[in-house]
């Protein structure tokens, strides 16, 4: 094995990665997973993430982080450390971009609301963002005359399927292999740096957080003290205008990934010879990932991730916003699974294809689920609001 990359551990680019679902004939200049990625980019579940909340609801501000743009930062991270490892960026780019493709408007507090009234109405396995990313790749997004979905790879799929976070639970059972591919392990660890980053910069511009409050041996804490160091060499006359406490916060959420991705790098070549994995068969079968932060380090991260848990995504401010969109959720979904007629009509014909209770009521789920903050605020205050208001029309999901 190379000393400095992990390329005998990349995704090969034929079957059974590459299978898809329905055969394609035709040429294509691009490899499988470039084809992935591109089909991504274009789905229209994609172009909705950029209307759906990080952690604050999109309406209260334009600069804070939404579903599309943590997308784009978890998909640069991966990128990056997937290309240092000698792995294949164009999967790890297409899972990145399609990893948070199921869930709902609202956050994390939209899928447990969804997760709730799914329970509440008999439905034991409740909601499950990834079960419903692939739900959305391979049956609801609409681009093919002759079948449903955007047909993605194998590999990708899996990769969506077992993302796997503090907040995401990999879809049950999806595949035989105990690992999932490096390039979604180099996934699931660039969604922990990029939101660990954003969400705390996000928390301190919105007055929340102060960074020199957080445990003195946080990444973010190591990161703060690098950024303060610049400033204090950087010369007065060339200092940019604006708040010193966002340029600083910017520049510790930088030095926090170029912290991580380094760890991450070193570590995982240590773990893979220390483990003898010299394949890419070795590496799906092992007993843990292969790509990894030092213990220490992962440690750290989820200290933080424990402090934002409380200092932040527990706020008065956030909590609030959460119960709002809880509420529209649990409204909405009360209305329409009693009155299907209210629904598009895509979504009545799938109701009605549907032999079991339990499945009708999935399909309300997967219609809500598709909305984006405002199309959910908009959808209520139509069904709800007295108020004479003009209904307009809205292009399905």
């Given at each position: 094995?190379?000393?400095?990359?992990?390329?005998?551990l990349?995704?090969p680019?034929?079957?059974?990665?590459?299978?898809?679902?329905?055969?394609?004939?035709?040429e294509?200049p691009?490899?499988?997973?470039q084809?992935?990625?591109?089909?991504?980019?274009?789905?229209?579940?994609?172009?909705?993430?950029?209307?759906?909340?990080?952690?604050?609801?999109v309406?209260?501000?334009?600069?804070?982080?939404?579903?599309?743009?943590?997308?784009?930062?978890?998909?640069?991270?991966?990128?990056?450390?997937?290309?240092w490892?000698?792995?294949?960026?164009?999967?790890a780019?297409?899972i990145?971009?399609?990893?948070?493709?199921g869930?709902?408007?609202?956050?994390?507090?939209?899928?447990?609301t969804?997760?709730?009234v799914?329970?509440?109405?008999?439905?034991?396995?409740?909601?499950?963002?990834?079960?419903?990313?692939?739900?959305?790749?391979?049956?609801?997004?609409?681009?093919?005359?002759?079948?449903?979905?955007?047909?993605?790879?194998?590999?990708?799929?899996?990769?969506i399927?077992?993302?796997?976070?503090?907040?995401?639970?990999?879809?049950?059972?999806?595949d035989?292999?105990p690992?999932?591919?490096?390039?979604?392990?180099?996934?699931?660890?660039?969604?922990m740096?990029?939101y660990?980053?954003?969400?705390?910069?996000?928390?301190?511009?919105?007055?929340l957080?102060?960074?020199?409050?957080l445990?003195?041996?946080?990444?973010?804490?190591?990161?703060?003290?690098r950024?303060?160091?610049?400033?204090?060499?950087?010369?007065?006359?060339?200092?940019?205008?604006?708040?010193?406490?966002?340029?600083?916060?910017?520049?510790?959420?930088?030095?926090?990934?170029d912290?991580?991705?380094?760890?991450?790098?070193?570590?995982?070549?240590?773990?893979?010879?220390?483990?003898?994995?010299t394949?890419?068969?070795?590496a799906?079968?092992?007993?843990?990932p292969?790509?990894?932060?030092?213990?220490?380090?992962?440690?750290?991260?989820e200290?933080?991730?424990?402090?934002?848990?409380?200092?932040?995504?527990?706020?008065?401010?956030?909590?609030?916003?959460?119960y709002?969109?809880?509420?529209?959720?649990?409204?909405?979904?009360?209305?329409?699974?009693?009155?299907?007629?209210?629904?598009?009509?895509?979504?009545?014909?799938?109701?009605?294809a549907c032999?079991?209770?339990?499945d009708?009521?999935?399909?309300?789920?997967?219609?809500?689920a598709?909305l984006?903050?405002?199309?959910?605020?908009?959808?209520?205050?139509e069904?709800?609001?007295p108020?004479?208001?003009?209904?307009?029309?809205?292009?399905?999901?």
């Open positions: 094995m190379p000393e400095t990359t992990l390329k005998v990349r995704t680019a034929r079957p059974p990665w590459t299978d898809r679902r329905y055969p394609e004939a035709g294509d691009r490899s499988p997973f084809r992935d990625r591109d089909r991504i980019l274009h789905a229209a579940a994609f172009e909705r993430l950029q209307h759906k909340t990080q952690v604050f609801i309406s209260e501000g334009d600069y804070f982080r939404t579903r599309l743009t943590h997308s784009l930062e978890v998909a640069q991270i991966a990128r990056g450390l997937a290309g490892l000698g792995l294949d960026t164009d999967l780019e297409a990145a971009l399609a990893h948070d493709l869930h709902t408007p609202f956050g994390h507090a939209g899928e447990e969804l997760n709730r799914l329970q509440e109405h008999g439905v034991e396995e409740g909601w499950n963002s990834n079960t419903h990313s692939l739900v959305v790749v391979d049956e609801l997004e609409v681009a093919y005359p002759d079948h449903p979905g955007l047909n993605l790879t194998f590999a990708t799929r899996q990769g399927a077992r993302h796997q976070s503090p907040f995401d639970r990999p879809a049950p059972a999806f035989r292999y690992q999932p591919t490096p390039e979604a392990q180099v996934v699931n660890l660039a969604d740096i990029a660990a980053g954003h969400d705390v910069e996000d928390a301190v511009a919105a007055g957080l102060d960074p020199a409050a445990p003195p041996d946080s990444p973010w804490q190591v990161a703060w003290r950024a303060q160091e610049e400033w204090k060499t950087a010369a007065p006359a060339r200092r940019p205008a604006g708040s010193r406490t966002l340029l600083l916060a910017r520049r510790a959420r930088r030095h926090l990934i912290q991580a991705v380094r760890a991450a790098y070193a570590y995982s070549l240590q773990r893979a010879r220390a483990a003898g994995i394949t890419h068969a070795a799906v079968a092992a007993d843990a292969v790509v990894a932060l030092p213990p220490e380090e992962a440690a750290a991260f200290a933080l991730v424990r402090h934002l848990t409380g200092a932040v995504y527990g706020s008065a401010l956030v909590a609030r916003q959460n709002k969109g809880e509420t529209v959720l649990e409204r909405l979904f009360d209305i329409l699974a009693t009155r299907p007629k209210l629904l598009p009509p895509s979504v009545q014909a799938r109701m009605e032999p079991q209770e339990a009708r009521l999935r399909e309300v789920a997967y219609y809500l598709s984006t903050d405002r199309g959910a605020f908009d959808l209520y205050a069904l709800t609001d108020r004479e208001r003009a209904m307009g029309h809205r292009r399905e999901p």
